[in-house]
């Protein structure tokens, strides 16, 4: 019973190359045990499934894997059959969904006994084919941009605002963008909501992958303006993955996204504005801890969330200046937590400079929401005998076929007192009465 | 000619009420067995076999469907379910259960204690292929069964009458009416054989609160079973989600479920939150997650080489880091619900000790242990891996697999470094360190074997009184310590959306969840 539990997260899987059938013959792997790889061969459609396929050329293996890897160190190792000196794999990807751009490495690996084959290790890019996608692509400054249709003007625009915007950052956080980035823009919703996946809340206008260095933008999502704004805040999305990339933590919430929409603009004056509403007149604040993660699902909670990391990291520059907001990063490199990281980077506790930012809007910080008392339960546990056990000590209320029982014998007596009284007046009016008489 | 006789004033009267009260009993009937249903979020089904049950969610859904001996209730204690009680001899080493009367399975088929002989012995049964058969082998001449030199008429279980099980077990073992409310011990119809599909959504006979009526859509419709020894359960129908279109928080304020296990992370903010923060509940889960070695292969068959690499984690801090709100550091394989005071202080993490302990196992570094693989399926192990890449300097390679693949592989061929994420099979800690480390053990992965461990087992087995029973515990897991064949690395807390009105969840402990003890307060 009891046993494994299975990881909840789901696996992020990967594709090839969209459209373009990836194909890569390799020579045969050098072999230790008499036998090698051939004839690797890989193909993706995006959204659909990836296969990859090889031959195998010697004695039967114990066991034949491939590993394939994400865009992380980590190798997905799935085993697969030997049938005839032949390999194939399909991955089917309605079981997991897989960003556009995501380098696919993979590799086979024969075990016969001790001895282990592997063969080259391979990458692959998986890419977003679906028909009527006429992806063209340019290099500007450290981004490439990737449109279709006639979006080539915006696009390029969105090349400059993008270097723009990952210096901004990068002055900031201090700390440079690592390497460069992808940028794909979007004509039609139903497009860049194939794209940045079923998980996506479907408000959302824009979409950054750090780990993937690629943001997905649609146009339709709002004004000029608004795209502008946008794409500065997921290009800092990357920048401030490069500024803490740390195998130990992820940072706060409040501060990746709260860096990220104060550097829309440069400032938080219009978040200052909502958070201001929110403290006064309606719902009131959030506490920092319930920001650390997930934001909340609707959208004030969602909107208040961006706007309370803003002003938050307004606070910071404000009061501490650039230099702490590149500290704060820097000390999550070397692995700190979110209140060492604000210590190292302000001087001050992460609770003093809450209570600074709730006192600036008239407000204390929140507590948790008392929860409900969950209920004993009213189910008897039946009548045990013998030496053991202890059944629960607490007295158990009476059981429930029985207190419906006797709410039902109650009515039913209270019935038959009612049907008794309607029966003797129904006899009685139809006994004679006295003109002019009458009841009610 | 007979004459009608004249109707009295008062003859209507008691036919109306008569009438009322067959109404009303056929009221209550349909009250008990039908009202409000209870939406569960469950995720995907997986096997309606208690020999394969794989995974936490099998055991959750198991539960609901049969009954053992003995069961759980909402705050963890055993009580007799099939048994109305027992019995134990002065050596503790045989229990006499006494079934109660005039049990049935789902279908009216009579339920006697030749079933449960015969349940337990199919799960013990090596062409069964059982998952979990270890957790019976406590029963004397189980084990030897197992292992080919013995025969099941020689297992210790005695149905002498309809109404009579008597166990003979190894060694004494006062965990031993918790352990016979796990699911794998609970009792099958006479239909159950090695067959795939001997059960079946469309035709299941069990013997628990419900039965499995319909699959609708992908949602698994479990309704009261009437035969069930505590009776029909309270709430008649259960809807088993297996997914919703949105997440679970979502499809909780939509009124779409009632009862959801939500993520730490959306945890952090409902907590928080004025209208969702209400319906949150948080539990100490009975899991824990670790990292366990292949013991049976160099360098890990070297206790100093799993000892370096336990000494050179600072545990509390890297699972903080980690894991956040969503874990603490484990300082044992056995959760603090299990130990009935207070938990094993931890080692403290000693890196110089570590590397003296390589170099004392005859390497200068931790880059002459070779590249080591570390299956990272259950948990993130970036922080354990960068620390002993800086910290020992080993080269290691990080490896993950699907979860089924996962299950394949770890008994036929262990990574070398693999990590598991364990929910507790009864509420003993035997059942954590007995079913992962005795050398019979079938989830003992990484082949560890230790005589002095397995005598501090019995000893701890044999314990009843309280404050023995957490000396002997604290000795195995000393010896654990000492040994290391595993790290332990985090235990769980759980939360949970429970729509209000609803009792009996109780402690809402995963794994013990009884909907069979859960009723709507309206």
Sequence with gaps: MGRLSRVTAPLLLGGLLGGLLAVLVVAPAPSRAGGGFADLHADATFGVDMTFSATWTGAPPDRVELLLGFGGEERLVVPVELVSGQLDYRRDLADGYVPPNTPVAYRWRAIIGAEVTVSPERSLLYDDDRPGLDWRQARIGSATVHWYDANETIARRFGDLAGDAADAAADLLGHPLAEPIDIFVYDAREDFQGAVGPGAREWIGAAAYPHLRTVYMWLEAGSTAYLDTTLAHEVTHVVFHDATANPFHEPASWLNEGVATWSEVGNAATERDLVSLEARSRGGLMAFAALTDQFPIDARGANLAYAQGATMVDLIIHDFGTDAMAAIAEAYRFGATDEDAVLAGTGVSFQALRDEYFAAFGVTEPDPVEPLPLGRSDVPIPPQAGVEPAPSAEPQPAPRESQDAAWWLIIGFVALGVVFVATVVVRSRRAPRPAGGGER | MPRRPTTPAWSGLVLAALTFLVLASSANLSASAGGRPLRYLAGEMGTLDPAYIADAADVQLLLQLYAGLTRIDELGSVYGSLAEGWTVSDDG??????????????????????????????????????????????????????????????????????????????????????????????????????????????????????????????????????????????????????????????????????????????????????????????????????????????????????????????????????????????????????????????????????????????????????????????????????????????????????????????????????????????????????????????????????????????????????????????????????????????????????????????????????????????
């Design chain 2, 93 to 522: 080493q045989t229990y006499t259960f006494r079934l109660r009367d005039n049990l049935r399975f789902s279908d009216g088929t009579p339920l006697t204690s030749a079933d449960v002989r015969r349940s337990w012995l199919r799960v013990l049964d090596p062409a069964t292929g059982a998952l979990a058969p270890d957790v019976l082998t406590v029963i004397d001449g189980a084990a030897e069964w197992r292992s080919g030199v013995g025969s099941a008429d020689a297992v210790g279980i005695e149905a002498p009458d309809e109404r009579t099980l008597i166990v003979r077990l190894r060694h004494a073992a006062s965990h031993f009416p918790a352990l016979v409310a796990t699911p794998t011990a609970s009792v099958v119809p006479p239909t159950a054989d090695n067959s795939p599909d001997w059960q079946s959504v469309g035709d299941f006979v069990g013997s628990g609160p419900y039965r499995v009526d319909r699959l609708d859509g992908t949602t698994l419709v479990l309704t009261a079973n009437s035969e069930y020894v505590a009776g029909p359960p309270p709430i008649g129908q259960i809807d088993w989600l297996a997914e919703v279109d949105t997440s679970g928080p979502e499809a909780f304020v939509a009124e779409e479920v009632d009862l959801v296990n939500v993520f730490a992370g959306d945890a952090s903010w409902i907590a928080y939150d004025a209208s969702l923060g209400p319906y949150l509940h948080q539990a100490a889960a009975l899991t824990v997650q670790y990292f366990g070695f292949d013991t049976t292969r160099p360098p890990f068959d070297d206790t100093r080489v799993r000892r370096a690499f336990l000494l050179a984690l600072d545990r509390p801090r890297l699972v903080e880091l980690a894991e956040g709100s969503a874990a603490t550091a484990a300082t044992s394989l056995v959760p603090p619900a299990l130990w009935p005071d207070s938990v094993p202080e931890d080692e403290a993490p000693d890196p110089d000790e570590a590397r003296r302990l390589l170099r004392d196992a005859g390497y200068a570094s931790g880059a002459d242990l070779g590249q080591i693989t570390i299956n990272a399926t259950s948990l993130n192990v970036a922080p354990a891996v960068a620390v002993w890449r800086e910290e020992l300097g080993v080269d290691i390679a990080i490896e993950s697999m699907d979860f089924t693949d996962f299950l394949q592989v770890l008994p036929e061929r262990p990574p070398q470094v693999f990590t598991i994420n364990w929910i507790t099979d009864y509420p003993s800690p035997y059942a954590l360190y007995g079913l992962l480390l005795l050398p019979d053990a079938a989830s003992n992965y990484g082949g560890w074997t230790d005589a002095e461990f397995v005598r501090l087992m019995e000893d701890a087995a044999r314990a009843t009184d309280p404050g023995e029973q957490r000396s002997a515990y604290l000795a195995v897991e000393a010896e654990v310590d000492a040994q290391a064949p595993v790290i332990p690395w985090s235990w769980d807390v759980s939360h949970w959306l429970v729509r209000d009105g609803l009792n009996g969840v109780g402690n809402l402990t995963v794994g013990l969840l009884d909907l069979g003890r859960v009723s709507w307060a309206d």
